[in-house]
């Protein structure tokens, strides 16, 4: 039988004993780091092939206590924060940033979530659509999901 998920390597990750982990299997590397929080559900925090970088939906939640962190604008930022660590592990960045998919459950909410996500994406631009939604996973008010192209240097 085929096992789908064959760990072929560990890369470490940054300091106070944290590791971030790839795991590689026959077409896709499966990205997870402890800076941020683990999915809380059937799938991992991204995944990986041929040069581009999948990250699941980011929600702010804390890494460590798996709740989330205030209103619109915290729980924004917080989510963004979860995101760029998430890159990080995967050996990208916020500024190879293709795609972004945002998710709001009120639209009015747009203009606040507006201000929050251009301190994140400053000079870079990455194409975006904003969708709202009845609901989010733990009754959060904001989800970021992204595609993002991973440097040569990384790979």
Known sequence: SYSFCTLLEKVKGGGGGRQTTTTTTKMVNIISTPRAPAAIGPYCQATS???IL???GCIGLNEKTMQLEGGLESQTEKALKNLSEVLTAGGSSLNKVLKVTVFLTNMSD???CNAVYSKFFTDHKPARACVAVK???KGALFEIDATAVIPQSKL
């Open 49 to 51: 092939h041929n040069g």
């Open 54 to 56: 999948y990250v699941s």
């Open 110 to 112: 747009f203009a606040k």
């Open 135 to 137: 609901e989010l996973p």
